[in-house]
């Protein structure tokens, strides 16, 4: 059996270790992609130190950017030596950080021409995550082919989505926030961050914040500061897990799953736990998201790559384990930990 090297988380908190795995032939409607790039995210430290939702050992990741080396059966819109991108996570086959990866053309989609594997592989998972938590969590419609007219919706303030967006960030990121048509932008550092966005919505309709997506999970930083705004029937979809205790390189992590559990919430507040990993379920979005809306939405510029920071290191291992320890480190702000599998220059 032919196989390929992989970098493996081993046990909580341990090294990454170098593999040799089985190369998955493609099946049915699969596709076998040669990893260039991947990504790290947030993930890779929940797993590799918290142990969530993993059984060891497990392939690092859950992005790729490569290039396609061979097709299984009914493969339609894909061809060999196509670049591709994707986000691919339930078996070892789509994992990111190996030299080879399994990956059904649903979970794909073509890199469009100008943008490099570097840029492209920072977007399946937050693009994925964005409309699946939309859609599913906070019930609004992102409907495929865009509509001539706005969705119903539109203009609510929301923190995060559609054209009255009320943000929350770092101050020095409030100016590309703006940038993205923010309508205004909060410091989440200000300890009085409560008060002035009270202030600042100057309610005009109840709830508010009819919806609210809370984008980092973290129970004193962003779920009870939410709790104390979410009034009067509003919707918060917060990205699971709960981070009670994030990992650092003093301290492990604590998860957990329920954010209602978390806060004080008013008890006409819907609370829902976003989970990505779901988002197969919509029929539409199974076929469509990765393979169509997603390179679209990235040639015309409706969605833009993360900002990148290139993790270098000698060998592959040390390039993956170079990522994990500065997510450790929380030395992260505004960009994406991007990384090369195979050695040498591009
Ligand atoms: N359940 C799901 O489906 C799902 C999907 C995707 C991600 N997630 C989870 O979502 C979390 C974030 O992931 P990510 O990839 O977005 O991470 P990221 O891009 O690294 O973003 C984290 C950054 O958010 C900023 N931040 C922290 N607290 C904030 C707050 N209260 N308000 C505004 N900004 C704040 C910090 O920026 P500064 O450096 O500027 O301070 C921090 O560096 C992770 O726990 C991840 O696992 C869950």
Known sequence: ????????????????????????????????????????????LHQADGGLGTTYPNIVGDSIAG???????????LKVGDKVFGFG?????????????????????????????????????NFVTVFHALTKDLD??????????????????ILYGYTNLIGTASKAHHAELKSFDATAVFDYRD????????????????PAIPFILDCIGSKSGSIEPISKIAQAGP????????????????????????????ANWAKDVTVRGVRTHFYLQDEFFATHLQPVVMPYMLEHGIV?????????????????????????????????????????EE
């Open 235 to 262: 919707t918060v979809a917060v990205l699971l897990p709960v981070i009670v205790r994030d990992s650092t390189v003093e301290e492990v992590p604590i998860y957990d799953m329920d954010p209602k559990s978390h």
């Open 89 to 125: 996570w339930r078996s070892q086959k789509e994992r990111a950080a190996q030299e080879y990866a399994t990956y059904h053309q649903n979970l794909l989609g073509k890199i469009p021409s100008g943008i490099s594997y570097q840029e492209a592989v920072t977007v399946p998972n």
């Open 191 to 206: 300890p009085d961050i409560v008060p002035h966005i009270i202030a600042a919505i100057k309610p005009s309709q109840t």
């Open 304 to 344: 833009k790559p993360n900002r990148q920071r290139v993790v270098q290191g000698e060998t592959f291992r040390d390039r993956a384990q170079n990522a994990l320890d500065i997510l450790r480190r929380k030395e992260v702000s505004g960009e994406r930990l991007v990384w090369r599998v195979p050695d040498g």
């Open 140 to 157: 609004l419609p992102l409907p495929w082919p865009q509509p001539e007219q706005a969705p119903e919706r539109a203009s609510d303030p």
């Open 67 to 77: 290039k396609i080396m061979k097709l299984g059966p009914n493969v339609e819109n």
């Open 1 to 44: 059996m032919a196989t390929h090297a992989a970098i493996q988380m081993v046990a909580q908190r341990q090294p990454l270790q170098l593999a040799q795995v089985p190369t998955v032939e493609p099946g049915d409607g699969e596709t076998l992609v040669k990893v260039e790039w991947v990504c790290s995210t947030p993930l890779d």
